[in-house]
């Protein structure tokens, strides 16, 4: 497809719960294919029960005990997914772009006016991918967005030339793909597509920025991609040429992790991001084979070399790499933006919560593969009544869904303000002691043994106690034969113009953190 593609008619072919079907799991119970921590499919019986894409299996779990889930295996997604590409391509349309593993999309007016009309393209789309055992849905309109919507309502489903606006209008404005535009448009009383394609486009500029802009164009049914920034002087094609026909993917793999680095750079340096990449493979024998998959600016260098990795395991698998009696090898790759458009300032996302420059993610997907996966991380707010506990390091690219909870509560026993200016992330002993030097105990009751007299922290000369609040009771997972904690909390001045926070487990004082 050209960047010009979403201008004119195209055919989407969506196979349903592809996930699913390539992870080799039947559905004759609910099935959930997971990655980090979170749902990115389901079987049909899963979704009876509730669980829905993007849910965390903790809480898919919950709502289908009987919830068997597999991991994401995104190589093998596209290597089944490539036998469905090969087939479409070689009988149906002679090019078409790869927006994830599942679905497609092609131009569909050409190829139309060859199957004698819209109808009869989608019926030979479906009928083509069922030739491989596989469920499929088409969907024919003026954008690929209306198509894949299309596509999902039903077999076959043909929206009139000009019509994806009116096609559009009815569905909520969370369709639209962008969360939080739709929750403000809702909060402005505008619930469905057609309300918000009604505004003037002048103040959706001044009030929405960027992301409005896009989100409007899409319901107005236009193109949502600005005009394309190609120009006949300027190629952002990454090329890499082996010396030695190269016959290990693997290798093919890691030049193409280096490409895709030097294309990001370079797209970066002209001001420019690109709707779809080209992937060319030529043989040693002078064959070319190519595969578009749709980018958008949010696939990264690692992300872009899977999907290499997946299409060349096919060809492999498929006999397209075999030479026969020529040279075997790869002589030449190559990765080729399309759909050029100025970069706008999109941005990704590290957990789908808070927006994160694209340039900073890829920079830290760099260090992680230097220098391990927990070599770059970012802070998350769990649930917890302690300092310590309502913080974590979560390694950059994992959802956390280990059963702490959220951090709105209701959690009993909550440390009340002020909070300290410093968590120790290991608790340093303390011995707290009564004028007469004998160490403070706790009682059942709360009731404290003597007053408080002198504090010595991690075995320091002690300072003299001048005041002291608590302590409070906390006790977590009363109900779990292993795992259950009974502990107080202090908070203590001493002379000396430091103020601590104490924790008593077991009869040992502890210091949690450091008030100032």
Do not use: K
Request: aromatic share 4%.
């Amino acid at each position: 497809m050209t960047g010009a593609a979403d201008s004119v008619r195209v055919a989407v072919v969506w196979v349903p719960d592809f996930p699913v079907l390539a992870s080799g799991a039947q559905d004759g119970g609910p099935v959930a294919v997971a990655h980090r921590g979170a749902v990115v499919a389901c079987s049909a019986s899963a979704r009876a029960a509730g669980v829905r894409r993007h849910m965390r299996l903790r809480t898919a779990q919950s709502r289908c005990p009987g919830l068997r889930v597999v991991e994401r295996d995104l190589a093998a997604e596209v290597r089944l997914f490539e036998q469905v590409v090969h087939r479409v391509e070689r009988d149906v349309v002679p090019r078409l772009e790869v927006i994830r593993p599942g679905l497609l999309a092609a131009p569909a007016r050409g190829a139309a006016r060859y199957w004698g009309g819209e109808r009869q393209l989608s019926v030979r789309l479906v009928g083509t991918v069922a030739e491989l055992g596989l469920p499929a849905r088409a969907g024919i309109a003026d954008s690929t967005f209306v198509a894949a919507l299309a596509a999902r309502r039903g077999d076959g489903v043909v929206v009139a030339a000009g019509g994806d606006a009116a096609f559009l209008s009815p569905y909520p404005v969370g369709v639209l793909g962008a969360p939080r535009l739709s929750e403000l448009l809702r909060q402005l009383g505008m619930r469905t597509v057609g309300d918000f394609a009604r505004l003037p486009a002048g103040r959706v500029a001044e009030r929405l920025g960027t992301e409005g802009i896009g989100a409007h164009r899409v319901a107005r049914g236009e193109a949502a991609r600005p005009v394309s920034a190609t120009t006949a002087v300027q190629d952002h094609t990454v090329r890499r040429l082996f010396e030695v026909a190269e016959e290990q993917l693997d290798a093919v793999v890691f030049v193409a992790v280096a490409l895709a680095d030097e294309l990001h750079e370079r797209l970066a340096a002209a001001g420019v991001v690109c709707g779809r990449v080209e992937a060319a493979v030529e043989t040693a024998d002078g064959r070319i084979l190519t595969r578009i998959f749709r980018h958008e600016g949010r696939l990264s260098s690692r992300a872009v070399a899977e999907r290499v990795r997946g299409v060349l395991a096919a060809w492999s698998e498929t006999g397209l790499l075999d030479a026969g009696d020529g040279e075997p090898g790869i002589r030449r790759l190559s990765l080729r933006p399309d759909g050029i458009a100025p970069d706008t300032g999109s941005q990704g996302a590290f957990d789908g919560e808070r927006d994160t420059p694209v340039e900073v993610e890829r920079a830290a997907a760099r260090v992680q593969a230097v220098l391990g996966h927990r070599a770059v991380t970012r802070i998350v707010e769990v649930g917890g009544r302690g300092p310590g506990d309502r913080i974590r390091l979560v390694p950059v690219g994992d959802v956390l869904d280990d059963g702490t909870g959220t951090a709105g509560g209701p959690w009993p026993g909550l440390l009340p303000a002020p909070h300290p200016a410093a968590v120790y992330p290991v608790r340093r002993p303390a011995r707290l002691t009564g004028a007469d030097g004998a160490p403070v105990g706790v009682a059942g009751r709360l009731e404290l043994s003597a007053e408080p007299a002198l504090l010595s922290v991690d075995g320091r000369r002690p300072a003299g106690v001048n005041g002291w609040a608590g302590p409070w009771p906390v006790l977590e997972r009363w109900w779990a034969r292993d795992g259950g904690r009974r502990v107080a909390r202090m908070q203590v001045t001493t002379d000396d113009g430091h103020a601590w926070l104490l924790l008593v487990d077991r009869s040992r004082w502890w210091v949690e953190a450091h008030y100032g």
